[in-house]
């Protein structure tokens, strides 16, 4: 069965830290680059922080220098490390496969019910 399940959101005051944590199932994992990605309220989904399979990251800007995804390929894990939080990283975030390194259709199949951040100023 294929499955993502993220966890470890919450509300935290700005300035705060949040670790979220992602355990997906081995046909996502397995070799994958994978990425978090956050949805604000009217907002699509945009991309947070990706890595590879050989752990190379990537960041959206707005995530540089506060931010950090690592992975445990162990354990089909990935985590998203938020430090000195911000009320604009308020939003549901999910991890998924990175779409930059997959097609729409396999990116899109699957989706957890991702975890929510709340920061309040």
């Known amino acids: 069965q294929v499955q993502l399940v993220e966890s470890g959101g919450g509300l935290v005051q700005a300035g705060g830290s949040l670790t979220l944590s992602c355990v997906a199932s081995?046909?996502?994992?397995?070799?994958?680059?994978m990425g978090w990605y956050r949805q604000a309220p009217g907002e699509q989904r945009e991309l947070v922080a990706g890595?590879?399979?050989?752990?190379?990251?990537t960041y959206a800007g707005s995530a540089k220098g506060r931010f950090t995804i690592s992975r445990d390929n162990a354990k089909n894990a990935v985590y998203l490390q938020m430090n000195s939080l911000k009320p604009e990283d308020t939003g549901v975030y999910y991890c998924?496969?990175?779409?930059?390194?997959?097609?729409?259709?396999?990116?899109?199949?699957?989706w957890g019910q991702g975890t929510q951040v709340t920061v309040s100023s």
């Open positions: 998924n496969r990175d779409h930059r390194y997959t097609n729409y259709r396999v990116w899109n199949a699957n």
């Open positions: 081995g046909s996502i994992f397995s070799n994958n680059a």
């Open positions: 890595i590879t399979s050989g752990g190379t990251t």
